[in-house]
């Protein structure tokens, strides 16, 4: 497998580079929780970088952070995994968990180790800012999704925390879904939507979650990472999920006709 750097791409124009105003946007709580897995959402962030913070706040630090993400390019294999190297930061590099990603390809062949999947796609690199500060040494496992069966979410998850539990159970490995909700439609029509998808998170069912974004036309872009997360976390022993933050970008832009919107989940 190749060793490369994947540049950081989208800094400047999606979120800052200095240590100081990264930091700015995380919140010094002293009671952190445990959580096996969350979702923060991937937009810029002065529009969706509040909703994402007040998670990563809430987190206690991982040692690898399995990152899923949507492939919304259309670049690349259908399950791309980055298979080696690093992902650059603002503030430092953060090394990807090569030892992981081999055996999680050993568990499921269907995932393909790729890097042109990862070419173009923002939905992973605008959470590394975040694990950097909060735990400089931590190592990723980048994935990028374009296929949302529910047959492949299952297989992923099953073939995650099968991983997790037979080789990683002595470190912190946190899942994270990388997901916007609904796009491009009014303050209250996204919300009417989203409360739909959200309730489906809450109550931990992966099955539902799809079926309702699928039925209702929800421009949840994440739905399948999201999916994936929630049924291998429920594997890991997850027994609730809370709702920590959601927002919309008409907060940052005050228009409410035409929205962007993001929720911020725990899976505890």
């Not at 421009?219 to 890991?236: E, F, N, R």
Request: charged share 15%; with cysteine.
């Amino acid at each position: 497998m190749p060793k490369s750097a994947r540049k950081a791409s989208f800094c400047k124009s999606w979120y800052p580079t200095s240590k100081k105003a990264i930091g700015a946007y995380l919140t010094n709580t002293t009671k952190k929780t445990n959580a096996i897995a969350a979702m923060v959402p991937h937009a810029g962030w002065v529009y969706s970088g509040k909703v994402a913070s007040s998670v990563f706040s809430a987190m206690s630090p991982a040692d690898t952070y399995i990152i899923i993400g949507p492939n919304h390019t259309g670049i690349g294999p259908q399950i791309s995994i980055f298979p080696s190297g690093s992902w650059q930061t603002p503030i430092g590099s953060l090394s990807v968990n090569a030892e992981f990603v081999s055996d999680l390809c050993e568990e499921f062949k269907q995932i393909t180790p790729d890097e042109t999947a990862h070419s173009q796609e923002h939905s992973i690199e605008v959470q590394l800012p975040f694990i950097k500060y909060i735990n400089p040494n931590a190592k990723i496992v980048p994935i990028t999704l374009a296929n949302y069966s529910l047959e492949i979410c299952t297989k992923l998850a099953l073939a995650i925390a099968k991983t997790i539990k037979e080789k990683y159970s002595n470190q912190k490995v946190l899942l994270l879904a990388s997901s916007d909700m609904s796009h491009h439609i009014s303050t209250k029509e996204a919300k009417e939507l989203d409360t739909l998808a959200i309730n489906d998170m809450l109550s931990l069912n992966a099955t539902a979650l799809l079926k309702t974004v699928e039925e209702n036309n929800i421009s949840m872009c994440g739905s399948g990472p999201v999916a994936v997360v929630i049924t291998a976390a429920k594997i890991l022993g997850a027994k609730e999920a809370k709702l920590i933050a959601y927002d919309n970008s008409g907060t940052a832009t005050n228009n409410t006709s035409e929205v962007v919107s993001y929720a911020g989940m725990l899976f505890l």
